[in-house]
């Protein structure tokens, strides 16, 4: 937000306030409301022409009267890392962001606000160059496309909970645990294991269900727990496949079972535009995680075999994996469109995504990193669907014209064959 005579930012109401980051409070110098910035979209490697979307709400913590006044200027900048393309890395300017194109807002009319705006892009005359020089000048070059925007007056209503990573000015940076719990561990106790070490240092608790020698079993029949992933429900949940078996008799005590008791359970919530992610110890319905880091609908997750790493597809066109057992924010799988399935491998390196573009993506993770292995463009239609079998050596992924593969999924995924049922033809499935 720019003031457009002067060419500065734009002044907050009270410079006490936070605008944009919960952490502005600590620096008294900050008066003006700070830049925002969206995640990054993932461009396809494959070539093909895309249309980048973002879909996100950025949160400006300031009075709405602002948006009506004369002098104010939104700027857009859309910026890409220099690495992202190899002519770009071979620049001089490989040390910064490369300026693509920019637009601007002047929302002064009230009938621009709450409305879905299509902007103009403009070129940059040199990748040195700022916005406001050039909208000053009134010698802009259009670029060949247009962004569409929308400003809005939001309140918020409910106060964000504290995650790992704050995501607005009213949020909290939280870790699972203090710092003063943090400086009393021994040194030598950091994991700094990578990924694939596949082991979850979360206590599974003994069940306190007992049962005295003789006495008969009921089958359960009432309601043993209630959680409130979020106040507009629930919109995907998934039990840790590890656990262990728990001895069950039935009525004429001759005959015995084994009932499993799954050790996690992760929920995906929505709340309004929020959309938390919980996970659950099952024994003792201890809240093991909590994030707010997904900015739309949940659908779908997937555990690692031994439960120490869960991954999260969204609308939000990212998918993120969180690990159970370091302190560390997840770590982000960027697509160019909505992500519909996630399914881990055997190796809990290797994750395989389904997403809107047709296209399967698997991914190797690292710590703190994750590299793309390789894009698979065999379906014809959106893919909805990820499942795979005991050993998690095969999977299988459907698309919305009835059609599924079978892949031989290792280090890389390798097509088996086509599966085309006649009756599910051009069905989504």
């Keep these: 937000m720019i003031d457009a005579k002067s060419g500065q930012h734009v002044k907050k109401t009270r410079p006490e306030i936070c605008a944009v980051s919960y952490y502005e ?8 409301i700070l830049p925002i910035q969206t995640q990054p979209f993932s461009p396809d490697k494959s070539g093909s022409i895309l249309r980048p979307a973002w879909e996100e709400s950025l949160i400006i913590n300031d009075d709405s009267s602002k948006l009506y006044e ?23 300017q490989a040390q910064s962001w490369y300026k693509i194109a920019w637009s601007f807002l002047r929302p002064t009319r009230s009938s621009l606000v709450g409305r879905k705006c ?31 925007v929308t400003v809005k007056v939001t309140t918020l209503k409910d106060q964000p909970p504290p995650t790992l990573r704050s995501m607005g000015p009213h949020q909290k940076e939280e870790g699972t645990i203090s ?82 008791i799954f050790r996690f359970l992760a929920c995906a ?45 969204s609308a939000d066109s990212v998918c993120r994996v969180w690990s159970l057992e370091r302190l560390a924010p997840p770590l982000t799988l960027p697509h160019p469109c909505f992500v ?10 290797i994750v395989c995504t389904a997403a809107y ?16 292995v390789e894009e698979l463009r065999e379906h014809k239609g959106l893919v909805n669907c990820l499942a795979s079998d005991g050993s998690r050596s095969t999977l299988y992924s459907c698309d919305s014209v009835g059609e599924m593969c079978v892949w031989t999924i290792n280090e890389s995924a390798q097509l088996q ?13």
């Excluded at 069940?207 to 029949?221: D, H, I, L």
């Excluded at 919980?278 to 809240?287: A, D, F, N, P, Y």
């Excluded at 573009?357 to 793309?372: F, K, Q, T």
């Design 269 to 313: 919530g929505v709340s309004g535009e929020s959309y938390p992610v919980t996970i659950w110890e099952v024994s003792s319905w201890t809240l093991v995680l909590s994030s707010d880091d997904h900015r739309g609908l949940v659908y779908n997750f997937s555990w690692s075999f031994q439960s120490s790493l869960v991954a999260s597809a």
């Design 179 to 260: 710092f003063e719990q943090l400086q009393s561990r021994p040194i030598g106790t950091t994991s700094s294991t990578s990924m694939a070490a596949d082991t979850c240092s979360v206590p599974l608790h003994t069940s306190a269900w007992t049962r005295e020698a003789g006495q008969s079993c009921q089958v359960p029949n009432r309601l043993h727990k209630v959680l409130h992933p979020g106040t507009q429900g629930c919109s995907a949940l998934a039990f840790s496949p590890d656990g262990r078996w728990d001895p069950f008799v039935t009525f004429d005590l001759c005959t015995l079972f084994s009932v499993f």
């Design 25 to 32: 409070r600590q620096n008294e110098t900050i008066d003006y």
């Design 70 to 92: 004369e002098n104010t200027v939104f700027f857009f900048e859309i910026l890409a890392l220099p690495t992202a393309c190899s002519n770009w890395a071979d620049s001089r």
């Design 118 to 148: 299509r902007l103009q892009l403009y070129s940059y005359p040199s990748q040195q160059a700022e916005v406001y020089p050039i909208w000053a000048s009134h010698k802009m070059a259009t670029y060949s496309s247009t962004l569409y």
């Design 417 to 429: 064959r086509k599966v085309k049922v006649a009756e599910v033809g051009r069905i989504c499935v």
């Design 340 to 349: 519909y399935g996630v399914q881990f491998a055997a190796s809990a390196a």
């Design 357 to 372: 573009d047709a296209c399967l993506r698997v991914w190797r993770l690292h710590e703190g990193s994750v590299d793309l």
